[in-house]
């Protein structure tokens, strides 16, 4: 009996050596083939796809632990893609072809069909986070993404990369809440790239167009996790990029979380690192972003402490689940999107909760360009900037008044359910709020800056 156990012992040890050595020969060799074909490769402009295309094949460098423990992704990594050839693909600023899939998207989406439904993006965390550990099984997440139109590819790309680097006993399920949407890809065509996942994706449609905050609403109405991550759906998720947000969460479940927001260039796809900032606004209660000073990094932590942020840009960011029904999701009678993210913002400091945002956990995302022009979205902003100005900003709401005069009379209709909220929760003044979360951030506010297009 003994010699049997030593005897298939020895072959599974044999067994997982062959396999090693078969693994490292493979990844040396592809390895070296790619540094060769990257000679031959033509470099010019607008060809930036090149850079896209080594990133997608690249095998991020790792320590023997972490390679350990993402052990059980591998059999989903991408495979190597044949591209069309660049003529095809490259965006022509004189096509009218072009720049209506501009328009229409918001983004480059040639590139982005081109780039497929999966691709891997570089690690851009600080090597510090390397280090980190996370307990495990915790909690577990719901992942809720809200889309209207979006590019095939662009959403594939959110999923498949939550799915290729979340562990599976963090990710309770992703929940897809389609607001409408029109494009026929969307339609049959998604749901047929969803089941081939195998994985619980739950896909909810609106019958009719609710905007961002009422499908988030709806979002959160049918999950199951216990921490609700909201993600924008034309976002890349990082490595590890959960791990931090659920371990913040519960440690303090009034605690909110946002991760680092890189930058996936609107033209080029290509995934950047952005520094670390935190979240304010204006008087305009227009998001700004602002600089963390290194000074405030000191302390052993350095570049991986959690930042206190005044606000949250909106797309992205993991609250517990009982806390966001408790602090008041969101506020419902505002339209399709914009200042919901300043007005919860705004809610959890002044109610007693917490906004960080965590360095170690970075998602990359395509700041999209048109939207801003369209003039449904324009009023839907005023309005729901009107309510959180009349609801929370006590008597500093004559700086918004001041910065928007014609909006004095705008109708911005019923805001007695939130007011009502804001006492039943004992909620602190606006004026606690500019004096505690960081000392200039009211000079902040009122600092004149140039308007970002
Ligand atoms: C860009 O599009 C215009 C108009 O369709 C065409 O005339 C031109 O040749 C295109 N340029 C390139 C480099 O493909
Ligand atoms: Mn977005």
């Not at 000073?293 to 942020?309: A, H, L, V, W």
């Not at 008044?401 to 004095?408: D, G």
Request: glycine share 6%.
């Amino acid at each position: 009996m003994r010699s049997l156990i030593l005897y298939g012992l020895f072959y599974t040890s044999l067994t997982f050596g062959v396999w090693t050595a078969l693994l490292f020969a493979y990844f040396h060799h592809s390895h070296v083939s790619r540094e060769s074909n990257k000679i031959q490769e033509p470099s010019s402009f607008l060809s930036l796809g090149k850079k896209e295309y080594h990133q997608l094949v690249r095998t991020t460098e790792r320590t023997p632990e972490q390679h350990a423990r993402d052990r059980h992704l591998d059999r989903d990594r991408p495979r190597r893609r044949i591209f069309p050839p660049m003529s095809q693909t490259k965006f022509n600023f004189s096509n009218p072809e072009h720049l209506n899939e501009l328009s229409t998207y918001g983004f480059n989406s040639i590139f982005s069909r081109r780039l497929g439904g999966m691709r891997e993006v570089p690690d851009t965390r600080d090597k510090k986070c390397y280090h980190k550990n996370y307990p495990v099984h915790l909690l577990t997440a719901s992942v809720i993404i809200c889309f209207h139109n979006e590019e095939f590819n662009a959403l594939l790309r959110t999923v498949s990369s939550i799915l290729h680097l979340t562990p599976p006993y963090f990710l309770q399920e992703i929940i897809l809440v389609d607001d409408k949407s029109e494009f026929d890809d969307l339609q049959g065509k998604l749901e047929y790239h969803l089941e081939v996942f195998q994985r619980n994706i739950k896909l909810v449609r609106n019958k009719r167009r609710e905007g961002l905050i009422r499908s988030r609403l709806i979002g959160a109405d049918s999950a199951t996790g216990d921490v609700l991550v909201f993600l924008d759906s034309h976002c890349e998720v990082n490595r590890v990029w959960l791990e931090p947000l659920m371990a913040a969460i519960a440690e303090n479940h009034h605690v909110v979380v946002c991760p680092v927001i890189d930058v996936i260039d609107t033209m080029t796809l290509e995934y950047r690192p952005s520094p670390l900032v935190r979240g304010a606004f204006d008087w305009n209660l227009q998001f700004q972003w602002d600089t963390v000073f290194s000074y405030e990094m000191d302390g052993p932590d350095g570049p991986t402490k959690p930042i206190r942020s005044p606000a949250m840009a909106g797309g992205i960011f993991a609250i517990h689940r009982l806390y966001f029904y408790e602090i008041g999701q969101y506020d419902k009678g505002m339209e399709l999107w914009g200042g919901e993210n300043v007005e919860i913002s705004l809610r959890i400091w002044m109610c007693g909760g917490q906004l960080f945002i965590i360095p170690c956990s970075r998602v990359g995302h395509i700041s999209k360009k048109h939207l801003e022009n369209s003039l449904a979205i324009k009023k839907a902003k005023l309005r729901n900037s009107l309510r959180v100005a009349h609801v929370w900003l006590d008597e500093y709401k004559d700086n918004f008044f001041l910065q928007n005069p014609s909006s004095r009379h705008t109708k911005y209709g019923d805001i007695s359910e939130r007011v009502e909220l804001r006492k039943r929760l004992r909620c602190k003044s606006f004026q606690w709020y500019l004096d505690s979360l960081f000392p200039d951030l009211e000079a902040f506010m009122s600092k004149e800056r140039e308007e970002i297009k």
